[in-house]
């Protein structure tokens, strides 16, 4: 997914126990939703059954993303096959419905994937819906899910990982700064501190813990939240 105002500079700081980098949510669902523009319009068309997408919207909630749309549905029964004649049908009945799929995220070989969770749908007519249901909930998974998944895997050619590691430090330096711990400052303590065996020993088994650590992600309303943190707790949350 190309992000052009994409920026280390727009980025948000915020601390949950460690420090975070948050991508704000429009950055993300502003491109996704105009890829999505190409999936309304006819999803089925035949004898009995026509069914529409209509403005298929992607959005952010705590602890993963929403994709939610409209269905117009029509439908008609056939009557009797007549020789010569041909078949004879019912006339149409329009219905309308509406669906919300909810989707999941993790992190999986430095990026980020999506999958289906839980799928909600309503319409006035119970007999259709179950019809409609049964037909778009797939589409989605098969068409939709799979575009938004492919967009999130990459941004501007990088991986999650990538993304955290060329705009996090930045960002986080930034953030250190505004509390006057500049590089020189940091380098001039390490410098200091690994002259003792001891402290230096220390620092070293710090280095192989943070070798350990990958880039895990939260997801609120606003934002998509990145962190270092330990392999053992890399999937997504609201918390």
């Known amino acids: 997914m190309k992000i052009p105002e994409l920026n280390w500079q727009n980025f948000q700081i915020a601390s949950n126990g460690h420090p975070e980098l ?16 190409r999936y309304q319009g006819l999803i089925r068309d035949t004898d009995t059954e026509k069914i529409e997408l209509d403005t298929p919207i992607f ?12 269905v117009r549905i029509q439908a008609r029964k056939l009557l009797a096959n007549v020789p010569l004649i041909g078949d ?9 419905g509406t669906f919300s799929e909810q989707l999941t995220a993790d992190i999986i070989a430095g990026r980020l994937t999506v999958t289906h969770s839980q799928f909600d749908f309503a319409t006035s007519n119970d007999l259709y ?3 409609a249901s049964d ?13 938004i998944d492919r967009m999130l895997s990459s941004f501007n050619g990088m991986t999650i990982e990538e993304l955290f590691v060329k705009y996090g430090r930045d960002k986080l330096q930034e953030n250190l700064d505004s509390k006057g711990l500049t590089r020189q400052r940091v380098g001039l303590i390490f410098n200091i501190l690994s002259k003792h065996d001891r402290v230096s020993n220390t620092l070293q088994k710090i280095n192989q813990q943070l070798s350990s650590m990958r880039i895990g992600a939260r997801v609120t309303p606003d934002h998509l939240w990145l962190s270092a943190i330990s392999t053992s707790t890399r999937k997504i949350t609201g918390i």
């Open 22 to 37: 948050g991508i704000p949510a429009e950055y993300l669902t502003a491109p996704i939703n105009r890829e999505l523009d």
């Open 59 to 70: 959005t952010f909630r705590d602890g993963g993303f929403t994709l939610t749309g409209n």
């Open 88 to 96: 004879t049908y019912t006339p149409w009945m329009p219905l309308t």
């Open 129 to 131: 819906g179950q019809l």
């Open 135 to 147: 037909f778009i909930l797939p589409y989605l998974k098969q068409e939709v899910v799979t575009s």
